[in-house]
T-cell receptor, first 110, second 114 residues
Framework: KNEVEQSPQNLTAQEGEFITINCSYS?????LHWLQQHPGGGIVSLFMLSSGKKKHGRLIATINIQEKHSSLHITASHPRDSAVYICAPRSRGGSEKLVFGKGTKLTVNP | DSGVTQTPKHLITATGQRVTLRCSPRSGDLSVYWYQQSLDQGLQFLIQ???????AKGNILERFSAQQFPDLHSELNLSSLELGDSALYFC?????????????FGPGTRLLVL
């Protein structure tokens, strides 16, 4: 079993729809990153959170440490949101090691 | 633009060869991380340096090595290259270590081993 499971693997939505991407992990973590990888390959860190909820524009990330689960929500999705979204928990114990999910490929159609 | 630079952008080489990938972190960042992204394995953490010292090690092969120089730039050396080493290699930097720090990713170096 992978340490990090993301669902769904692929997601197609119509512009304006509300999107949810889920991430479950089995390791003990100190924080969790959500990353966005554009079709050209570049990676952007969207959020880093260790508890609760964070919001940035149309993006919202939540985490439940006890349940080992995090979600990324996109409100009013737009074609420019089309990208691969990667969940990356950071292992506990002082190490900076990130463990990566396989990513969710999101396509938002106009 | 994250402020992290990587050179070269693309690299094509042959099996058995050795290459060096370079990373310059954001101004003031002390931590540098190296990641490999291949089609079959996805993203994997290779190694982290903090202020010149190795801080954490991941799935880095013995044929690979890295270092961080006094000016904080870092190099990843890949030797005895194999076809399976073809991948995108990302460098990221953060200000400090030991706390929850946002990592800023460079644009990556695309390595193709023929």
């Amino acid at each position: 079993k992978n340490e990090v499971e993301q669902s769904p693997q692929n997601l197609t939505a119509q512009e304006g729809e509300f999107i949810t991407i889920n991430c479950s992990y089995s390791v003990g973590i100190s924080a969790l990153h959500w990353l966005q990888q554009h079709p050209g390959g570049g990676i952007v860190s969207l959020f880093m959170l260790s508890s609760g909820k964070k919001k940035h524009g149309r993006l919202i990330a939540t985490i439940n440490i006890q349940e080992k689960h995090s979600s990324l929500h996109i409100t009013a999705s737009h074609p420019r949101d089309s990208a691969v979204y990667i969940c990356a928990p950071r292992s506990r114990g002082g190490s900076e090691k990130l463990v990566f999910g396989k990513g969710t490929k999101l396509t938002v159609n106009p | 633009d994250s402020g992290v630079t990587q050179t070269p952008k693309h690299l094509i080489t042959a099996t058995g060869q050795r290459v060096t990938l370079r990373c310059s972190p954001r101004s003031g960042d002390l931590s540098v991380y190296w990641y490999q992204q291949s089609l079959d394995q996805g993203l994997q953490f290779l190694i982290q340096y903090y202020n010149g010292e190795e801080r954490a090690k991941g799935n880095i092969l013995e044929r690979f090595s890295a270092q961080q120089f006094p000016d904080l730039h870092s190099e990843l050396n890949l030797s005895s290259l194999e076809l399976g080493d073809s991948a995108l290699y990302f460098c990221a930097s953060s200000a400090r270590t030991g706390l929850a720090e946002t990592q800023y990713f460079g644009p990556g170096t695309r390595l193709l081993v023929l």
